[in-house]
């Protein structure tokens, strides 16, 4: 396998053993793997501050860019928003626009490290279950290798996400009920050998989010912002987003690794409510009740890495009503002219509860991530602004 030269294996969350890196799925101890790089084998000075795509951080990732399975994947917008700022009370908003990614959200960056590993591991049949966007994203990347490739979505799963599947050429199974139930489908029905494409099974989705804090930095002149407000499901873009920053700060580019905060629905929190208790693993919400699906993780994989992301960043998790995470989504579509889909409306309203709740500073610089585009859930916001008689 034609790895970068700083990549050198894997390493288990809860053991710390090493393996090597054809090592395919979880550990022995049937703990996620995280990704190790040398970093003195990267020329920090060569790292692009105006990326095409999060592969020109190549020196950064598993394996070299001309090896990547890409649709020009990150480099996505860093937008001013004054007037959140404003209203907020910090000195300064920034929205990074997710949305803008080749199938419309972040899990783009995560599902094109993943099929590109499961090319380099010589995989034949590619699946995953998701409440949506992952199964997009991966339906995406696998049919630009012609890899076949089942997706497993609940039933509830927004139609945009149902419809591009087919699109691009997966093999599709709807299950009824949520996503837990289409996980457990996937486990169940899948007969044949196959390579999962799923958060914490591959360790490739939580490494890809490295890439945001990467150009996040870039933009501002290698200057971390001083909090990064993130909606959470699976766990994988926080936990990836923070060891990025800590990268970063390891190679001498940024003096600081910004505060990490986890946002989440009230109807599912299992890592906002870990935290408040002082856990160190999220327990799993019998009753998951949210709008946002693709924040209705009950169980997320990743939550264990999750919390030690929020811990090590010293930052913190808050919840917001489903009537706020919509209502900020609309404001900011409205405001930014950008599109903001529910689940970016979750990380805003967080912002403003964050704000409200003394956690943001006057003198902050505070970054909001816009986690996919508001086409995706757009009958879920129409919804919302006719319930206000709009």
Not at 126 to 147: F, K, N, T
Request: contains cysteine; aromatic residues 6%.
């Amino acid at each position: 396998m034609d790895t970068s030269d700083a990549f050198e294996g894997l390493r288990c969350a809860a053991t710390g053993d090493r393996y090597d890196p054809h090592h395919v799925g979880r550990s022995d101890a049937d703990a996620p793997l995280d990704p190790i790089y040398d970093l003195d084998a990267v020329d920090a000075d060569a790292l692009p501050t105006t990326p095409d795509s999060m592969w020109d951080y190549d020196a950064l990732l598993p394996v070299p860019t001309d090896r990547a399975v890409s649709a020009g994947e990150g480099a996505t917008p860093l937008l001013d928003a004054g007037e959140l700022a404003d209203e907020l009370g910090v000195a300064s908003v920034h929205l990074k626009d997710e949305g803008r990614n080749p199938t419309g959200s972040v899990l783009d960056r995560g599902l094109s490290a993943a099929v590109t590993m499961a090319r380099a591991h010589d995989a034949e049949l590619l699946a995953l279950a998701a409440p949506g966007d992952a199964g997009q994203a991966a339906a995406a990347y696998a049919g630009r290798i012609d890899r076949d490739c089942y997706v497993y979505l609940p039933s509830r799963a927004p139609f945009p996400n149902k419809a591009m599947v087919n699109v691009h050429g997966a093999d599709m199974r709807v299950i009824g009920g949520r996503y837990p139930d289409a996980r457990d489908a996937l486990e169940a029905d899948l007969q044949r050998d196959w390579y999962s494409l799923q958060a914490f099974t591959t360790p490739y989705r939580h490494d890809a989010y490295r890439t945001l804090a990467y150009e996040v930095a870039a933009a501002r002149d290698w200057t971390a912002p001083d909090a990064v407000v993130l909606p959470v499901g699976t766990g994988e873009t926080l936990v990836g987003v923070a060891h990025g920053f800590r990268d970063l700060v390891a190679l001498g580019l940024t003096d600081r690794i910004p505060r990490c905060y986890a946002v989440q629905p009230e109807g599912c929190a299992p890592i906002v409510e870990a935290h408040d208790a002082g856990a160190d693993t999220a327990t799993p919400v019998e009753y998951p009740d949210t709008i946002c699906g693709e924040l209705e993780i009950p169980a997320p994989a990743g939550g264990a890495m999750a919390l030690d992301a929020l811990g090590d960043t010293d930052g913190g998790a808050i919840t917001v009503a489903d009537e706020d995470l919509l209502e900020s989504a609309v404001a900011l579509t409205q405001r930014l002219g950008t599109e903001v889909g529910a689940t970016g409306g979750a990380a805003a309203a967080g912002a403003w509860a964050l704000a409200e709740r003394g956690d943001l500073g006057a003198d902050e610089s505070v970054l909001v991530v816009n986690a996919d585009a508001g086409v995706k859930t757009a009958d879920v916001l129409r919804s919302h602004l006719m319930g206000q008689g709009v």
